[in-house]
């Protein structure tokens, strides 16, 4: 009798194999899946290494079949910053860590950290991310069609300038300030006398060494890392005037074509990219300042007086704006804030 494994037989056997491996790798590619993620800033900046963050851990964690892409420095929106929201919620891009200012004209209620000199320290400011404001937030997030995930942080906001030292509201009168593409920046700085400029972060460093604007107002670590006294930034006041938590953010039809599974993966990720890069910008800041300081430029720290100057000086923005942003949710930090 022919054997039943005639040569024919086997080589049939052996071409099924190799297109049951082939099938099984085209599946396997087509399962993988990888999201594109929005950041303003790169990873030099503790802003671009929670992104980074956030990436490495979600790889991690579902083996490579779900990765996570970063475009730094908002080169998904053509160096607009504030188009990020925009483009997230159309679907252009699938996530991003974001700031709260450069979704706030599309998310009017993220101007609640934005109110001049309304909360004081970290510890407010953890007291209302983590409280029923945060919740208010969220949920004004998630209603335009962006699932948020997890708080990070960018941190206060200071001033530096090229003319002197500021240490009360005359002294910004006439300058032209750098600010980002919020009104509430513009209406913020026109109270204190200066003349805001708005412009994209691209744009702000040329504008800085030109002369073509005074100053501006970042974080520490923006003024660190970006070398901003380079051009020309010689005062740093520090003011604590505002504070800039980044959110971790899905676009919604995205966040719903994933598993449960990929779902626990991504947010998980987050809040454990946002927490630790929450705790390393703060426990940076003092050795940032210190070699800010080193490289020549005078710091202004406010005493009390001088920083009641600027609160008084801008209570007239928070009575325009406490309506915008909503009642409810300011009420909500200011109780988050000051606990019974």
């Known amino acids: ?19 049951v491996s082939a099938s099984l790798a085209v599946s396997s590619s087509v399962l ?12 030099a900046f503790p802003w671009g290494q929670a992104a980074e963050k956030w990436a490495e851990l979600v790889a991690e964690r579902s083996d490579g079949d779900l990765t996570l892409r970063v475009y730094p420095n908002s080169q998904l929106v053509n160096g607009d910053q504030t188009r990020e929201f925009s483009a997230m919620r159309s679907g252009l891009i699938d996530a991003a860590v974001g700031s709260t200012i450069n979704w706030s004209p599309q998310v009017p209620e993220l101007n609640l950290f934005s109110l001049p000199f309304f909360m004081p320290d970290v510890e407010a400011v953890d007291a209302v991310t983590g409280g029923a404001a945060g919740e208010l937030v969220f949920e004004a997030i998630a209603s335009r069609g962006v699932v948020p995930l997890a708080w990070g942080e960018n941190g206060f906001r200071q001033l530096s300038n090229s003319q002197g030292p500021i240490e009360e509201p005359a002294d910004l009168e006439g300058l032209k300030i750098r600010v980002v593409g919020s009104p509430l920046f513009q209406d913020t700085f026109t109270a204190l006398g200066a003349n805001p400029t708005q412009m994209s972060w691209a744009d702000a460093k040329p504008a800085l060494t030109t002369g073509a604007v005074d100053g501006q107002e970042n ?15 010689e005062h740093l006041t520090l003011w604590n005037y505002m504070n800039d938590p980044l ?13 449960e599974q990929e779902r626990t993966i991504l947010r998980e990720a987050a809040e454990e990219a946002g927490a630790w890069e929450i705790a390393m910008t703060r426990e940076e800041e003092p050795a940032r300042l210190a070699a800010i300081q080193e490289r020549g430029v005078t710091v202004t720290e406010l005493n009390e007086a001088q920083h009641r100057a600027f609160v008084e000086a801008t209570e007239a923005v928070h009575d325009e704006w406490v309506p915008r942003i909503g009642e409810a949710i300011v009420e909500a930090a200011r109780a988050d804030m000051s606990p019974e």
């Open 247 to 259: 959110v971790f953010a899905v676009n919604r039809q995205v966040w719903e074509s994933l598993s």
């Open 1 to 19: 009798m022919p054997s039943s494994r005639s040569p024919r037989r086997v080589a049939a056997a052996l071409a099924g194999a190799v297109l």
């Open 32 to 43: 993988a899946r990888e999201l594109s993620v929005s950041t303003v800033l790169s990873d």
């Open 219 to 233: 974080p520490l670590s923006v003024f660190d890392v970006a070398r901003i006294d380079q051009v020309g930034q």
